[in-house]
Every structure is written in structure tokens, then in C-alpha cells.
């Protein structure tokens, strides 16, 4: 299942996705410590959370990690993107942990080093790990229930998104998205099959996902934060992070005691979720 490492979300079926949770939440990957394997971290990209988790994740299973900055590779003097891969492959890591502007790259990388890659944010194409540790968390805060989602934010920039969908449908988690008024958004509700809802649908449904306007991609604000009037007794809050506070949402939901907020629970399973991912393939 993990010979090209993780390159999609769709990798996972149904049976797959649960038995891996429930080792996540085991914490089988504490076991046994992995001897004797290096990781290669290529963020090209800015990151904060997906960096540090797999950089410390690995430290924990004993991978011993190399890494490149694209400003400071060779690729600033006009080498090409498969010559650089050409060159890691040549060093003979075991695992490649790749994040890029470019969508696509990590099938790319996969292909011209044979290595396993793990796709760290390709572009606005998927960002795997992210969904599979949002999915996790919804997972482990109560297994049984079949979370009604509704997202909130620009999803149509967001990789996050296009790596939660197959997640959340093997899952059986209904999805459906804030009308913004915008084109876009209900072209993207169409080609994925999602309704549009009005956002008074945040406060009946179970969790709202809020997502980062992204600037870097051409995202414009089209609302007012996410605030404390968008939520029902029993809503809970996630948001992949990076969050922008002042413009996702208010200051009041961004903290970290907030009371139906998962976001602190979702930055904490981001090093287990990635520690049993990295153990998987390096198994
Ligand atoms: N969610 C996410 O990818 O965050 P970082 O950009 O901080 O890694």
C-alpha cells in the first residue's frame, strides 16, 4: 500500500483507514524504533506545524534526516527540479518528505527517484497528512459517530480539502461547504459533488472546519471571520492551520481553551499520525 509512500489521500480504503487509527491511537509506532534509516525533508515551501512534526516524529522512530532549502540548493543557479531529485536519489535516502508550490511534484519525485515520498502539500492539489490527521481527530474524539462537516473558507485554493474528501467519504462524514457568493466556490461544490449551504448551517451541524484565506494563492476575504455567533451548543472547531486571526476567525476562537476547539488536539496528532505513516513505509 506504501510502496511510493503517500502520495494521495485516495490511497487509503475504508479497512485501511480505520486499522491505521486505531494504531495511531495504540501508539504502535512507539514499539519498536526504526535502525539505521534516513529521511530527506524538502520544504520548499513555508511551514510550521508539517515541518516540525515530522522532523521531531522521525527523530523519536531513530530516522536521521537531510535537508534542503530551494533557496539555498542549486536550483537557485537554474539547475532543473529532476537533476535535484536526480541528486538526492544519488545520497540514497530511505524516504523523501516533499512540500512545493508545484501540484503534482510528489508524483514526480516518486517517479524520478523510485523512493518513497510522502506529499507534504503539492500546490493546491493535496496536503494527505493534514486530512488524515484532521480525520483522525474527529475519529478519535468519538468513533462512532458519523460527523456532520461543514467547511468554511476558500475551498477552492485549499489542498487540505482535496486530500479530506476521500477521507471523509470512506469515513461516512457528510461534507458540505458556506455559500461565499462566490463562482468559484460553487464550481468547486459541483465538480466534488458538495452543497452549498447558508452559513446559519454552522451552528446545526457537529464540527465547522475553518479554512486559511490564502493570500500566496489568489485568496480574497469574501467573509467575516468565523466568531462565536457561528456556533450551536454542540458545534466543535477545527482549522488546519495556519490559522490568520482577524480574518479565518476571531481572536475569542483562536484560543487554545476555547471549548469546542480541536485545533490544539489536531496540532498534537500531527507527530503521531506522521510517526505511524513513516513507520508504515519504512516497515
Ligand atoms: N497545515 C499546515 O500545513 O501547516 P504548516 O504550513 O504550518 O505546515
Not at 474524539?141 to 487540505?160: E, L, N
Not at 455559500?179 to 465538480?191: Q, V
Not at 486559511?212 to 477545527?238: C, N, W, Y
Request: glycine share 6%; hydrophobic share 40%.
Amino acid at each position: 500500500m506504501f510502496s511510493k509512500g503517500l502520495l494521495s489521500a485516495d490511497q487509503f480504503d475504508r479497512k485501511d483507514l480505520l486499522l491505521f487509527f486505531k494504531r495511531v491511537k495504540q501508539r504502535e509506532f512507539l514499539k519498536k524504533r526504526l535502525q539505521g534509516r534516513t529521511g530527506c525533508l524538502l520544504f520548499f515551501e513555508p511551514s510550521t506545524r508539517t515541518k516540525l512534526s515530522f522532523e521531531k516524529a522521525g527523530l523519536d522512530l531513530g530516522i536521521r534526516w537531510m535537508s534542503l532549502e530551494a533557496s539555498r540548493s542549486s536550483l537557485s543557479k537554474k539547475e532543473s527540479l529532476r537533476d535535484m531529485y536526480e541528486v538526492i536519489a544519488a545520497n540514497e535516502p530511505d524516504l523523501l518528505v516533499v512540500r512545493d508550490q508545484y501540484s503534482g511534484i510528489a508524483h514526480f519525485a516518486h517517479h524520478w527517484t523510485k523512493i518513497p515520498v510522502i506529499n507534504a502539500g503539492d500546490g493546491v492539489r493535496e496536503h494527505p497528512t493534514q486530512a488524515l490527521l484532521d480525520a483522525f481527530t474527529l475519529w478519535e474524539t468519538d468513533p462512532k459517530k458519523k460527523w456532520k462537516i461543514v467547511i468554511f473558507g476558500d475551498v477552492f485554493r485549499s489542498r487540505v480539502v482535496r486530500s479530506h474528501l476521500p477521507l471523509f467519504k470512506k469515513l461516512g462524514y457528510p461534507v458540505s461547504v458556506v455559500n461565499d457568493g462566490s463562482l468559484e466556490t460553487a464550481r468547486f461544490c459541483k465538480t466534488y459533488g458538495l452543497r452549498l449551504v447558508p452559513r446559519s448551517s454552522t451552528k446545526k451541524t457537529d464540527v465547522v472546519i475553518c479554512l486559511r484565506v490564502q493570500q500566496e494563492r489568489g485568496s480574497e476575504k469574501k467573509m467575516a471571520p468565523l466568531s462565536i455567533h457561528d456556533f450551536g451548543r454542540k458545534t466543535k472547531l477545527m482549522h488546519p492551520g495556519p490559522a490568520v486571526v482577524g480574518v479565518d476567525l476571531t481572536m475569542e476562537l483562536s484560543a487554545k481553551d476555547f471549548p469546542p476547539s480541536l485545533i490544539h488536539r489536531q496540532r498534537q496528532n500531527g507527530r503521531f499520525v506522521r510517526s505511524q505513516l513513516m513507520k508504515d513505509i519504512l516497515s
